[in-house]
């Protein structure tokens, strides 16, 4: 089973990507990491832990960064709804948070495990960032970071900038220039990750977790319940698991950190114009049947 730690701001899309970072069987979940993004990281960690007390887990939640490094935070409760999941009623849970920070638990993690582990990031970069700038020397102990995050074409929180990079366009930055195996699941295929309505309309008949994802989904404004919703957080997982599924180039990608209108663009290098070693393998292309599938194996396994 691969070891991985989830970098996450549920978030709707997030919670879907949890359950099969928990139920598939070919990954080992270490930790949870939280991070201010969709909604505040109060909100985030909280969501995090019910959705833990929902699936009756008990993987540690370590709590991050409140803001992005340099920037105020811009939240998305237009797309998740003020709580970040709005649509489903969960019960309070007692459960806690670790007591120390998440570059802090997610360093832990990474000493203590007799392999290297995958970051997975489906938020903004804000607490990776934090972790290679505390702990350089942890980076042998990543073996990649898996990254819904950026586009190589359009964005879809500014024109060219998609949300997780245009979040903390720094802290994006600082993962891109670090050296670290980088697997960068962009709006490219996450746009396409798409679950048909017919699918949908017959999650509350699955078990307990799809009554749940229905009523969340009735409220995510990812694509519609009658057209499809996206699942772009859903793709860095379906990566771990399905490789075969993407088509990836591996391409210099940077972070735009200084652009009036373009802040949080990630310039993907396809032509290598800029004649700079590949930073990212980037995935452009999808088999949307096949994570289709994929997606209603792993959800089934869920209770
Ligand atoms: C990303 O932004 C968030 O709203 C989603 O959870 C996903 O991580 C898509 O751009
Ligand atoms: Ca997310």
Redesign the pocket.
């Known amino acids: 089973r691969t070891p991985i730690i989830l970098d996450?701001?549920?978030?709707i899309?997030?919670a879907v990507?949890l359950a099969a970072a928990l139920f598939a069987p070919q990954l080992d979940l270490k930790l949870i990491a939280t991070v201010a993004?969709?909604v505040s990281v109060e909100k985030t960690t909280r969501n995090a832990l019910q959705l833990l007390e929902f699936w009756q887990k008990d993987t540690p939640v370590a709590r991050g960064a409140s803001v992005p490094l340099l920037r105020p935070l811009r939240d998305a409760a237009y797309v998740h709804g003020e709580s970040g999941m709005e649509g489903y009623v969960f019960t309070e849970t007692s459960r806690h948070a670790l007591p120390v920070p998440a570059f802090q638990a997610m360093y832990d993690c990474l000493i203590n495990s007799d392999e290297p582990v995958t970051l997975v990031t489906?938020?903004p970069l804000t607490n990776v960032a934090l972790l290679l700038t505390q702990y350089p020397e942890c980076k042998a102990r990543i073996k990649r970071v898996v990254m819904?995050g950026g586009s190589a074409g359009r964005g879809n929180f500014t024109p060219t900038a998609e949300?997780?990079i245009a979040i903390d366009p720094e802290a994006a930055a600082r993962v891109f220039e670090s050296g670290l195996e980088i697997v960068m699941c962009g709006l490219d295929v996450t746009s396409r990750a798409i679950l048909s309505p017919e699918y949908l309309a017959r999650l509350p008949e699955l078990n307990r977790t799809g009554k749940m994802l229905h009523a969340l989904f009735s409220h995510y404004r990812s694509g519609s319940m009658e057209t499809g919703l996206r699942m772009?957080?859903l793709t860095a997982i379906a990566w771990l698991v399905k490789p075969e599924l993407f088509q990836t180039y591996p391409c210099f990608v940077a972070v735009e950190t200084h652009g009036t209108y373009t802040s949080g663009t990630t310039v993907v290098d396809l032509e290598h114009r800029l004649e700079r070693p590949a930073n990212a393998q980037v995935a452009l292309d999808i088999d949307v049947p096949g994570f289709q599938a994929w997606v209603s194996e792993v959800l089934a396994l869920a209770p």
């Not at 996450?8 to 978030?11: H, K, L, V, W």
């Open positions: 996450t701001d549920p978030g899309d997030d990507a993004g969709n489906i938020g819904m949300f997780n772009h957080d």
